[in-house]
């Protein structure tokens, strides 16, 4: 019979699994939580010592201990002490619940995948568990075991990886530590510049909600290049022939696709802002977009705006055509 180790081995090839913790790791570890490990984890963390999904580096498996909140030990720890806190405020939110029945310590959180937390139960469970800070008492099973969990969870990010970046690639240029020598490259510069302005949130900085994807899905004697801001809750594509201004500046609103032509970069920047505002304030009002949209304009450049077409069209099709994945 196969052990859980080589079952995750084989379920999920492509993860990242850490060198082994040793027998005097695991016991310190479970001694400062008070919670004896199962067999099958103590087995586990014997021959790996933390497990990295492949797409986005997820911890499958926490390290036992890294100095940080990061590892299984800081996780639980967090959480324990979440819980001591705030159990007066949730049983005041909730009073007729069965709190007996919902404490955090009767659990161990052994990984997450993004904001989701898994855990098994103390008492030398297997099945993984959903555990939500703000929802104590949801003990959702996500899988019969670790290997099933990875198994979905991999399977479901080479989906996202596919419908994200089937005909795109992030956008890197040359040397990031130089001087921006393209137009696109002082419009990235800009917005995660803007991005560190935003205050800490609990002490930690948030990071730059703006990232960049290149089109890679055009054919042969296609012109000009396509870009996919995404941050702020929105999706923007800028059009250029090169990488420099003009560009055509284009987002998805409802139905509707406006678009204009842009020549500077704080042309760009008023569209980005006046759009952010209509999606922070919840009101979507397209009449209000399109007119920041269109306000101060530059001149239309019917060739740009004919090739803004054809490559935006390219990218709309981009799930139906056989295109590569980008990096």
């Given at each position: 019979m196969l052990s859980i180790f080589e079952r995750l081995r084989a379920a999920i090839p492509t993860a990242t699994f850490h060198p082994p913790a040793s027998e005097?790791?695991?016991?310190?570890?479970?001694?400062?939580?008070g919670s004896p490990f199962p067999d099958?984890?103590?087995?586990?963390?014997?021959?790996?010592?933390?497990?990295?999904?492949?797409?986005?580096?997820?911890?499958?498996?926490?390290?036992?201990?890294?100095?940080?909140?990061?590892?299984?030990?800081?996780?639980?720890?967090?959480?324990?002490?979440?819980?001591?806190?705030?159990?007066?405020?949730?049983k005041e939110v909730d009073p007729?619940?069965?709190?007996?029945?919902?404490?955090?310590?009767?659990?161990l959180i052994i990984g997450r995948c993004h904001t989701i937390n898994w855990a098994i139960e103390v008492a030398g469970g297997r099945?993984?568990?959903?555990?939500?800070?703000?929802?104590p008492g949801r003990r959702e099973v996500l899988a019969e075991d670790l290997v099933e969990m990875c198994e979905k969870t991999e399977a479901e990010q080479r989906e996202i990886?596919?419908?994200?970046?089937r005909g795109r690639q992030p956008y890197r240029r040359e040397a990031e530590l130089a001087p921006p020598r393209r137009d696109i490259d002082r419009i990235m510069d800009r917005l995660n510049f803007d991005a560190t302005e935003i205050p800490r949130k609990h002490g930690i900085r948030v990071s730059p909600p703006w990232r960049v994807d290149r089109a890679i899905s055009q054919r042969p004697g296609e012109t000009g290049e396509l870009y996919i801001l995404h941050?702020?809750?929105?999706?923007?594509?800028?059009?250029?022939?090169?990488?420099?201004?003009?560009?055509?500046?284009?987002?998805?609103?409802r139905k509707a696709e406006p678009s204009c032509t842009v020549n500077k970069l704080s042309q760009v920047l008023a569209r980005i802002e006046g759009a952010q505002e209509e999606v922070r304030s919840n009101q979507r009002r397209l009449g209000v977009v399109l007119r920041i949209w269109n306000q101060d304009a530059a001149p239309f450049d019917d060739e740009l705006f004919d090739m803004s077409e054809i490559l935006c069209g390219r990218d709309d099709r981009r799930m139906e055509e056989d295109n590569a994945l980008g990096a």
């Open positions: 005097a790791q695991i016991v310190r570890v479970e001694r400062l939580l099958w984890l103590r087995e586990l963390y014997l021959r790996c010592n933390g497990i990295s999904g492949a797409a986005f580096g997820d911890p499958y498996l926490y390290p036992l201990e890294t100095g940080n909140e990061h590892s299984l030990l800081g996780q639980n720890e967090y959480f324990r002490s979440e819980w001591d806190d705030k159990l007066d405020w949730y007729t619940a069965d709190w007996e029945n919902r404490d955090i310590r009767d659990l099945q993984i568990i959903r555990y939500s800070l703000h929802g990886h596919e419908k994200h970046y941050g702020g809750g929105m999706s923007i594509r800028l059009i250029s022939r090169d990488g420099n201004f003009p560009f055509v500046m284009k987002i998805k609103w």
